[in-house]
C-alpha cells in the first residue's frame, strides 16, 4: 500500500546534499571544463592524460562530504586537478628513471671481452651451417645477408631469375633455424628441399 504524496518522506539530507554537490559539478562541468583540460594540458603536455585527470578531479569533487564548506568550489576543482596532475608527473618520472638502463650503467651499451667471444663463436657456427648448404643457396644467403645486395642485384649477378633468389635465401634463412633447433643436417634440408 503507497502512501498518498501528502505522507511522503522527505528526503533525507545526504540525499539532497548528494542531489545538490552534482548539480554544481555539473554545472561546474558546463561552465569550467575546458578552461580546466586546457590548464591541464599545459602542464601534463598531453591532453588525453589532462582530461582523465580533470574527470578524476571531477570525481572526487562528488566524493566530499559537504560542499557547503568550500565556499570557492571552482578554486578547489582546480586545485585538486592540479595536485592529481603533479602526482601523475611524478609517477611518470619515476616510471622513466626505472625504464632506462642507466641504474645498471653502461654494462648493455659497451661490448665486453666475454660477449665479443660468444659473438664471434655464433658468426663461427653459421658459417659452418651455411657451409652444409649447395653453393648457390650460400652465394644467394652471403650477398644478401652480408653484402646487403636486393635480391634483383643477386639474381642478375647469379643469371637466374629473381623469385629463385627469395628461394634460396628464405630457404637457408630456413635450414639455419632448423639446425639450431638441433634438426639434423639431412633432415633439415628434406625440410627445405622436399
Known sequence: MTRPDSE???ESPSKADG???AAEVARLFRDHNRT?????AARLKDVQCAR???QEAYVRLLQLESTGTVSFLRAYLFKIAGNIAID???QQKTRARFDQPQ???DIFLEPSAERMLIAREELVHLGQLVAELPERYQQ???LHRLEDYSFADIAQHMGIKERMVRRYVTNTLLYLRLRREGVPSPHA???IHP
Open 88 to 90: 601523475r608527473l611524478r
Open 103 to 105: 641504474e645498471l650503467g
Open 36 to 40: 580546466l583540460v586546457l590548464y591541464l
Open 189 to 191: 634440408w628434406r625440410q
Open 52 to 54: 582523465e585527470v580533470a
Open 8 to 10: 511522503k518522506r522527505p
Open 140 to 142: 644467394a644467403f652471403r
Open 19 to 21: 542531489a545538490a554537490r
